[in-house]
């Protein structure tokens, strides 16, 4: 997987093709899609969710330019993959879903895959985890048309925030946003389609 749709598209941050080599996909999918799990597509995991292709994953996880020193907020738990592959990339990682069985499973597997640098919380991503902030980046797993403001306060100044933006049901961009002196400091990167973001954030788009 790793060299065939990795490396072959493009992806050449190191610690982010040998973080993708080492996690074991197939434990974060039911067992019925194990011998689907090193394809390079989305899979389902339950309550309408994916878990995404492993090309969207390591290019969102290579553009986050993430240290080893560093603390990231992930928006989007799903199947808890995503931030098994962060794990291996930062010093410590936290992560919010909003679909409670979702939340507690993937929690589970991570404890069981003694992921022990990651966190994982039930909650509203759109409010973040204020008390653990600021982070040094954030990314998030599910669409939305802008930023949501709670999120660009706990990013720290120079942080990079991730995200696909767009509306719902349409082509998406996925995009890295700097804080460079406050502001957004936009950079896109290539089309996508992400399911939206859910909870508070859809007041906003009405």
């Known amino acids: 997987m790793v060299e065939r749709d990795l490396g072959a598209r493009g992806i050449k941050d190191r610690r982010v ?10 434990l974060f999918v039911a067992a019925t899609h194990f011998g689907a799990a090193y394809e390079d597509r989305p899979l389902p995991i339950g309550e309408g969710q994916t878990i995404s292709q492993p090309y969207v994953v390591a290019l969102m996880s290579e553009l986050l330019e993430l240290k080893e020193s560093e603390r990231v907020l992930e928006i989007g738990t799903g199947s808890g993959y995503q ?10 990682v ?10 507690e499973r993937a929690k589970e597997t991570l404890a069981r895959l003694r992921y022990g640098n990651v966190w994982v919380k039930t909650g509203d991503g759109f409010y973040g985890w204020e008390e653990k902030g600021p982070f040094d980046a ?25 995200m696909p933006m767009g509306r719902e049901r349409r082509s998406q961009q996925l995009v890295r946003v700097k804080k460079i002196a406050g502001q957004q400091r936009i950079e896109g990167s290539t089309e996508v389609v992400f399911v939206p973001m859910t909870g508070e ?5 009405r």
């Open 17 to 26: 093709l040998d973080a993708m080599r080492v996690v074991p996909r197939h």
């Open 94 to 103: 936290y992560t919010i879903e909003i679909i409670p069985s979702l939340a």
């Open 138 to 162: 954030i990314l998030l797993t599910a669409s939305a048309e802008s930023i949501p403001e709670p999120l660009w306060r706990q990013l720290r100044e120079e942080g990079r925030l991730v």
């Open 83 to 92: 931030a098994a592959v962060l794990s291996r990339l930062a010093k410590e």
């Open 201 to 205: 954030v859809r007041k906003e788009v």
